[in-house]
């Protein structure tokens, strides 16, 4: 056994309750970083030196809580350290920025699991007394956010990482499954705050916890998982802040609530950028549903180009447009598009980006990608920003994105989609759409953009057309 | 137990976190989320608490440890690779010297 030798070196010359406020001021300080550390999230200028200070923040609220007096051994918290420390770093240097999705969900996984396990140890280990309904409520919320986020964000990872499909799961009498679930949660729930020594129903409070975590998000297709992501993003930091309660440890409430905070905003933007409602995302199986038969007769026709006759296009056109999706990220597209943008600017054109809030599989995930791919962040505008600037632009390069820039949200009543913000990539000159095939998008909904007269579609695989622009733009320059 | 104290920081932390968050813009919205999950892994404090703790009960000991040894492991891994990745993600956002023709 190692003695908590941290502790014992400080109460050499410092009192009990000096060391108690010596704890208390270093999670206050670690709390003031964490805040400015995310408040220099606003510009990527000073977003580097923000995370320095919300780093040194984590160090100082680690450090001291070894002066805690609760703890008297460390060997334990140093293996945990230690493997934590490594499968970190591995996880880190490892992953490539087109899994990020995957590794935040995973990583929304590790935080709820943490978080519940230390609820589920402190009512093992009978710190909840069968009179404190106080800290019952707090523990129940800790394991039981905890629990559901963990399974949720596994089954989320699992989507995302391609091992399960990415199609919303649903199965007959999936409802009244769903709502016999809830019904024990909160029974469970009420029970054990009416009698906090109930032990047999906490543990059935954390299994079904887990089960409900899983029937959360199975139904929840991949096109839909940004929402998930802020979703779950929000519960595993309300999860912390539970934790805060039942240990009344205000740098947990606060980096909690921070977390909270994220997540509940970013959820309102994605769920805003789709014009669906959460109960919609989370309940409505979007994607399943069957395409209407009554749909829109299509006018015109589709015009497939080859990539030697859509450069010849891009070469004559003074601005463009890029608009990225998912299909970029799956093809890896992103270094073929820096190269045809480079080669486009340095002829003189003006080329940004338009990226809609929904775009990819998680928020900002075109953004990421494209910096990995070294284009300049002021080239990456949102749909609000440049939205008013398609009507004046030669030619628009829709790259993997299919729903976004559907123009049935604008104009087709009776599609499922109809009041989603979309890009109005149609009025511009041109469209290029690069697609692999003539399948319609993630919702199953025909894109009538495709038959519009100014539309031109470059069928294959995205990185190859973008490389045979480039090539076939140097063979007009020769 | 004291509930209201927590619940006004509680309360005063959202809003905080409400007014720093909504001024991160678009293009961050990836490594914010990343930064968030790496603060919020100040659960690792609380995991520190029950794998340190003294056992007195042996009947509960051992699963009690291998249940805290994982939320500190679990933890540190948001820690740890939470910053990491975050900052390597941060990185890459930059500006073209060379080309920006301004």
Known sequence: ?478 | MDILGPLYIFILAAFVGYNVIHKVPPLLHTPLMSATNAISAISVVAALIVAGMEHSDDSTKTLAIIMSVIAVAAATTNVVGGFLITDRMLKMFKKEKNEAGK
């Open chain 1, 1 to 478: 056994m190692i003695d908590n030798y941290v502790r014992k070196v400080f109460s050499s010359f410092l009192g009990d309750q000096e060391i108690q406020l010596s704890i208390g001021i270093a999670y206050l300080v670690a709390s003031v970083l964490f805040i400015f550390g995310l408040k220099f999230l606003s510009s990527p200028r000073t977003a580097r030196r923000g995370m320095f200070m919300a780093e040194a923040g984590m160090a100082v609220a680690i450090v001291s809580t070894l002066l805690d007096s609760e703890i008297v051994s460390l060997e334990w918290i140093l293996l945990g350290l230690v493997i934590g420390s490594i499968a970190g770093y591995i996880i880190a240097l490892l992953t490539p920025m087109t899994a990020m999705p995957q590794r935040t969900a995973l990583s929304h996984a590790f935080g709820a699991l943490a978080v519940a396990l230390v609820g589920v140890t402190k009512y093992y280990t009978g710190h909840v007394k069968p009179d404190d309904h106080g800290l019952m409520i707090a523990i129940g919320m800790e394991v039981l956010l905890g629990a559901l986020t963990f399974t949720g964000s596994m089954v989320a990872f699992a989507k995302l990482n391609g091992t399960l499909p990415g199609a919303p799961i649903q199965y007959k009498g999936q409802n009244p499954v769903n709502i016999t679930i809830i019904v024990i949660l909160l029974a469970s729930f009420g029970y054990l705050i009416y009698n906090p020594g109930a032990s047999e129903l906490f543990y059935v409070l954390a299994f079904v916890a887990l089960l409900f975590g899983i029937s959360l998000v199975l139904p929840i297709g991949a096109a839909d998982m940004p929402v998930v992501m802020s979703l779950l993003n929000a519960y595993a930091g309300l999860g912390a802040c539970a934790t805060g309660f039942a240990l009344n440890n205000n740098v947990l409430i606060i980096a909690g609530a921070l977390d909270g905070a994220s997540g509940v905003i970013l959820s309102i933007i994605m769920t805003k950028a789709m014009n669906r409602s959460m109960t919609n995302v989370l309940f409505g199986g979007f994607g399943a549903v069957a395409p209407t038969a009554e749909a829109r007769e299509v006018k015109g026709s589709i015009k497939g180009q080859t990539a030697e006759e859509a450069a010849a296009i891009l070469d004559v056109a003074e601005s463009v447009i890029i608009v990225p999706g998912y299909g970029m990220a799956v093809s890896q597209a992103q270094h073929s598009c820096k190269k045809l943008v480079d080669y486009l600017i340095k002829k003189g054109k003006t080329v940004r980006f338009a990226i809609h809030p929904v775009a990819g599989r998680m928020p900002g995930h075109m953004n990421v990608l494209l910096a990995e791919a070294g284009v300049d962040y002021d080239l990456l505008c949102d749909m609000d920003q440049i939205n008013d600037d398609f009507p004046t632009t030669d030619v628009s390069i829709v790259i993997g994105a299919n729903d976004v820039v559907n123009p049935a949200a604008k104009e087709d009543k009776s599609s499922p989609i109809y009041g989603m913000p979309i890009l109005n990539v149609d009025l511009s000159r041109t469209v290029m759409v690069l697609k692999r095939g003539m399948s319609p998008g993630f919702s199953g909904i025909e894109n009538e953009l495709f038959y519009k007269d100014n539309c031109v579609m470059v069928f294959g695989d995205a990185k190859k057309t973008l490389d045979g622009f480039v090539t076939s733009l140097q063979e007009l320059d020769a």
